[in-house]
Every structure is written in C-alpha cells, then in structure tokens.
C-alpha cells in the first residue's frame, strides 16, 4: 500500500531533550516537505526536500533540522525543543506527472513540549 | 509573506452546493492545490490548478484565475461526511515552497 508514515504519532516531552520524527515514504517520491498546524494559523512548511541531499526552509524553519540521505526518508530534528514547538506536524510527499503534482500526507504527529 | 485569504466558516444544507472562495498575493505562482481534512486527519488531495479555468473531479471543482489571484472549490450535492476544514495552498514559484491559507470550515446540516 502506497502510503506516507510518520513514528512516533504521539509524544510528551521536556523543554531541552533532543527528538527526531522520521517520516518514510515507500512512493519513490522525489519532493518531500514538513509542515506544523496550530490553531487558527494553518499549515505551515518548516522545511521541504527536492531529492536527496537537497534541503531548504520554509516558512518557519527555526528550531528544526532535517536530513535528506535516502529518498524514503525525511526525519525532523529537534535539537532543543521549546514549548512553542507544541504542535500537530505533517510529513507530505508529492508526485509528479509532467507539470501536474499530488501531494500525500502522513497521519500527523502530536507534541507536546512541557 | 505570501498572503493566502479564504473565508473561516461556512454553512449549507444537505444536497445544496457550496463556493468556496480563495484570494492570494504571492511573489511568484506554479500551483494552486485545495485540500480537505477531517478533524484529527491528515489533509487529503482534492485538486491542483496550475493553468485557468475549470477542474471537475466528480462532486468537486476548482476554478483558477491567475490574473485575478483567485480560485474557488465548488462542492455539489454536499453530503454530511463532506463537512471538513477546506485548505487552499499556493505553490510559489522559483523555491517551490508551498503556503496555505488558514482553512474554510465547512459544516453540513440536514
């Protein structure tokens, strides 16, 4: 089944503790982003991913790192997380057929940073 | 910033059709994508526009006007599983970033 994962789906923790979410894609996509939803402020890309080795920011990229090594997988990093970083977040990745792109999302994962 | 509006909430019957509109202001454009999400869920793909005029996919449509920074999702004979926040997301061009509106809430009753 063609699907986006993210692990873990839920996670407490404390102001400071180093945590990475990974994200797996078993599509053979190319493009590959992150996003963070908050009430009344949308979805926002923190970072997006154009193939291996290619990373950029997004939006709101602070406090975050991601790594691109192998196609499938596009982990975020949060090297000291702050209570602000309280949120739902969304791996996504995207097809293309010629000019034409579908985009996949993960089942989202929840922090809660105390 | 790119500046993405659409309305908040929105309200219809059962059956009746619903306009969902979307305004933007952006550096550049190579996209417009809409997209529902269910409480709790994940977004699910609805359309992407990237040339005007008129997309139909079954009960939905969308309707791109470049010139205008404008589009709309059309939503015919709305069922009550279609009640669901409605994203409008615009892909910029040159940096292939991706920013979305805030989200329509749309609510069905019977």
């Known amino acids: 089944e063609a699907q986006v994962t993210q692990n873990p789906r839920y996670l407490i923790t404390v102001t400071g503790k180093k945590l990475t979410v990974t994200c797996s894609q078993n599509?053979?996509?190319?493009?590959m982003s992150w996003y963070r939803q908050d009430p009344g402020l949308g979805l926002r890309q923190i970072y997006y991913?154009?193939?291996?080795?290619?990373?950029d920011k997004g939006d709101v990229p602070e406090g975050y790192k991601v790594s691109r090594k192998e196609k499938r997988n596009f982990p975020l990093i949060l090297e000291s997380p702050s209570p602000n970083q309280t949120s739902l977040y969304f791996c996504?990745?995207?097809?293309?057929?010629?000019?034409?792109?579908?985009?996949?999302f993960g089942p989202g994962t929840r922090l809660l940073v105390l | 910033g790119q500046n993405i509006d659409q309305p908040t909430e929105m309200t219809a019957t059962e059956g009746a059709i619903v306009q969902i509109n979307c305004t933007y202001q952006?550096?550049?454009?190579?996209?417009l994508f809409w997209y529902q999400q269910h409480a709790g869920e994940a977004p699910t793909f609805l359309s992407y526009?990237?040339?005007?005029g008129l997309e139909e996919k079954g009960r939905f449509s969308s309707f791109l006007s470049r010139s205008k920074g404008y589009s709309y999702l059309l939503l015919k004979e709305l069922q009550m599983k279609d009640s669901a926040s409605y994203l409008c997301?615009?892909?910029?061009?040159?940096?292939?970033?991706?920013?979305f509106g805030a989200g329509t809430t749309v609510t069905v009753r019977a």
């Open positions: 526009n990237v040339l005007d």
């Open positions: 599509m053979n996509h190319e493009y």
């Open positions: 991913s154009m193939n291996v080795e290619v990373t």
């Open positions: 996504a990745s995207s097809l293309w057929e010629g000019e034409r792109e579908t985009q996949y």
């Open positions: 952006t550096s550049g454009f190579n996209g």
């Open positions: 997301a615009v892909r910029v061009s040159n940096d292939y970033k991706l920013s």
